[in-house]
């Protein structure tokens, strides 16, 4: 596609079960970023995977967070026993990685999964 | 560590101009700057990157003080399409690649 797509659009769940969200991101964009968005909020970064290094996890705020990537294609961004504060928009965005990296290029956004746990 | 913006919130008439500004407290290697509307996803509009090159938006300006890690984002003769909430996203000299955004400021511009 011509652009970054996330599935579900919306997730409601029950507090204490798991949850996977998915992101495909623009095709050729090796650098791939989760952020996470509450309501009425800036957004904040959880993780991002740059090509073929180590997933940067710095932004993680449990170890009921984790993420995967498959090659340089898709990501899921798994949830486990989730709580009612990770209620929020978990937004995916991919950008280009030249040689030197990753700087300075545009993160190109998907439209998010709107997450409810109730 | 976040960035702060100011305003947080700015209501303009058509035609009126605004200017939203992002500062940080840490060595910046660039600045990003995007606009959201209600339920979508950010919407690109600029980067500004240490040494003075710019990528984005041909009517949309800004400006980057490498020295006061601040930036500035210029909104010219607004129109009603520029509604919505303003972030600033700032990606660090020292750390990876990630954007750290501020707390937005919302735009809402009137007939």
Known sequence: GAGVSQSPSNKVTEKGKDVELRCDPISGHTALYWYRQRLGQGLE?????QGNSAPDKSGLPSDRFSAERTGESVSTLTIQRTQQEDSAVYLCASSLW????????????????????? | QQPVQSPQAVILREGE????NCSSSKALYSVHWYRQKHGEAPVFLMILLKGGEQKGHDKISAS???KKQQSSLYLTASQLSYSGTYFCGTERNNAGNMLTFG????????P
């Open chain 2, 17 to 20: 101009d605004a200017v939203i």
């Open chain 1, 45 to 49: 970064f959880l993780i991002y995977f």
């Open chain 2, 64 to 66: 980057f003080n490498e």
């Open chain 2, 103 to 110: 707390g937005g400021t919302r735009l809402m511009v009137k």
């Open chain 1, 98 to 118: 030249r040689s030197g990296g990753a700087r300075g290029e545009t993160q190109y956004f998907g439209p998010g999964t709107r997450l409810l746990v109730l």
